[in-house]
């Protein structure tokens, strides 16, 4: 991809991140060099690389040196404390971190001892120098004798990324060149990006979002900019003054960009379409008439691709969309038998591109054949498939709530909860009863300057859930708990349980049983 942008795009604006600025011939270069600054250290084909690092220019340097040097990229999530830092690298066996300095204390309390580490690179280290916990460290080094290309094929390890850990330790997904290289043409064939386009994301690098950007701008010849975080109160004036015309948000974004005073910021822009994944249709539509955007709905992950995806002339809003060229997808049951339309089962997906999908999950053979069973990736997402091809969202599964015999989608519960005007974030999750079933709780943050009246807020569900969804339990809290993505983490929701401040619905005397 680098040699192809460098051929016929040459000197076209590549990427903008903080002060550094590339070209398209300037990539493969700066890749090349930098394979040659591992290969000095003694890094080799298949060993893993440690990066974490928030978005900035050495991040992507040392990506892309990976891939040319057939090296293994593997992004740690910069909100990571010391036990799982330990764990990622264990769990990777990387020989090299690069770490900027601002994170170094999180080391304190992991053990590198066991860990396979034989060397780190401080970003922004000028004085580093000696041993972290043991292991020789030294400030990031500049680029060594550029190396030819190593003959990776499309199946080898590019990057191994982690999940979110949000229901148990986090897994090691293989990523392979060909699956960034299909992420970008699928994501930039359903965007419409052309070379004329700036693509701009606040996402983080250590996330396969993130991440494709760049392969979508490699392939199409355009220019992508990476800010360094997400802000909600200068987001359409950093949007403005890079020329931004295609965005990025994840669906919890769109919320709180909709919270901030409408102001003329808003409107004065160039973008003209942006990817929403789990964006609330409401609120899209809502964004669409206050900044003038588009934002598209798609479904992928880190282990799969861009699969499902809906479309500026989609026909309707609040769908996941439909399934795109190159991949397949059904609903089905525990037993992976296909149901009926409109009948709700877990998404199974497969490509028909080779090594589209991940490869499986690093040293967790069981893992990798419990979720690639049957020949399908089993997604754990409840959805169903309408009669149009469509196919919505019905719910994780793992977060499914089962009270007085009643399947609830918490999903559901949400986009009520979501709906009322006083109501800002919201997640649903189910707690323990006396009588050995599923509650529903609710936490809640109230939209700036409201006061949420929890009683109102029951009479209002009330009237918009069957009476067995309505939550029980709710918590109002200034924020929800969520990864450095984006997601909320409903696991420590879930242990913080039900506590002494929060507020219990009145229940209905419960009649006996003759």
């Known amino acids: 991809m680098l040699l192809r942008q460098a051929a016929l795009f040459a000197g076209r604006p590549a990427l903008k991140l903080g002060a550094a600025r590339w070209t398209h011939a300037d990539a493969a270069p700066i890749a090349a060099r930098r394979a040659g600054a591992l290969r000095a250290a003694g890094v080799g084909r298949g060993d893993r690389v440690a990066i974490m690092s928030a978005n900035r220019e050495e991040f992507l340097e040392a990506f892309l040196g990976c891939g040319w040097s057939g090296a293994v990229a593997v992004p740690v999530n910069t909100a990571s404390r010391g036990p799982q830092i330990e764990y990622f690298l264990a769990n990777s066996q990387a020989r090299l971190l690069v770490i900027e300095a601002q994170y170094l204390d999180r080391l304190a309390t992991a053990d590198l001892g066991k860990t396979s580490l034989r060397q780190i690179w401080v970003l922004d280290g000028a004085g580093a120098a000696g041993a972290i916990g043991e292991v020789p460290a030294a400030p990031w080094p500049p680029g060594g004798p550029a190396l030819e290309a190593e003959?990776?094929?499309?199946?080898?390890?590019?990057?191994?990324?982690?999940?979110?850990?949000?229901?148990?330790?986090?897994?090691?997904?293989?990523?392979?060149?060909?699956?960034?290289?299909?992420?970008?043409?699928?994501?930039?064939r359903v965007l419409g990006v052309t070379q004329d386009d700036v693509l701009c994301t606040t996402l983080p690098l250590f996330h396969i979002n993130a991440l494709n950007t760049y392969a979508q701008a490699a392939l199409a010849g355009c220019e992508v900019v990476f800010e360094p975080k997400f802000s909600a109160s200068g987001f359409w004036t950093s949007m403005a003054a890079c020329g931004a015309t295609v965005v990025y948000l994840l669906g919890a974004m769109v919320p709180i960009l909709l919270a901030q005073p409408s102001a003329p910021a808003e409107r004065a822009h160039r973008v003209r379409i942006g990817l929403g994944p789990g964006v609330p249709a409401e609120a899209g539509e809502t964004f669409r008439a206050r900044t003038g955007v588009q934002l598209l709905e798609g479904y992928g992950s880190t282990e799969t691709n861009f699969v499902i995806g809906t479309a500026p002339d989609s026909p309707r809003r609040g769908v996941m969309g439909w399934v795109l060229p190159g991949f397949e997808a059904r609903v089905a049951d525990e037993d992976d038998?296909?149901?009926?339309?409109?009948?709700?089962?877990?998404?199974?997906?497969?490509?028909?591109?080779?090594?589209?999908?991940?490869?499986?999950?690093?040293?967790?053979?069981e893992k990798t054949v419990e979720a690639w069973r049957n020949l399908w990736f089993h997604t754990g997402d409840r959805v169903l498939r309408e009669t149009d091809?469509?196919?919505?969202?019905?719910?994780?599964?793992?977060?499914?709530?089962?009270?007085?015999?009643?399947n609830i989608s918490s999903f559901e519960v949400e986009q009520v909860l979501l709906s009322h005007p006083a109501v800002a974030a919201a997640a649903v999750y189910p707690v323990g009863s006396e009588l050995a079933e599923d509650e529903v709780m609710a936490a809640l943050v109230a939209r700036p300057g409201q006061v949420l009246d929890l009683p109102e807020l029951a009479v209002w569900c009330e009237s918009r859930l069957p009476h067995f969804a309505v939550p029980r339990y709710i918590d109002v809290l200034e924020d929800l708990p969520r990864t450095e993505n984006g997601k909320i983490q409903k696991y420590k929701l879930r242990e913080r349980g039900v506590t002494a401040a929060t507020w219990e619905r009145p229940q209905a005397p419960r009649r006996q049983r003759a």
């Open 151 to 188: 003959a990776v094929g499309p199946g080898d390890t590019l990057a191994i990324l982690y999940t979110s850990g949000t229901t148990g330790p986090s897994k090691g997904v293989l990523c392979p060149h060909a699956q960034y290289y299909w992420w970008g043409v699928n994501t930039l």
């Open 389 to 406: 091809g469509a196919f919505r969202f019905v719910d994780r599964i793992k977060d499914a709530i089962r009270r007085r015999g009643e």
């Open 337 to 365: 038998v296909e149901v009926p339309v409109g009948q709700a089962g877990e998404l199974l997906v497969r490509a028909q591109e080779p090594y589209a999908f991940a490869s499986g999950y690093f040293n967790m053979p």
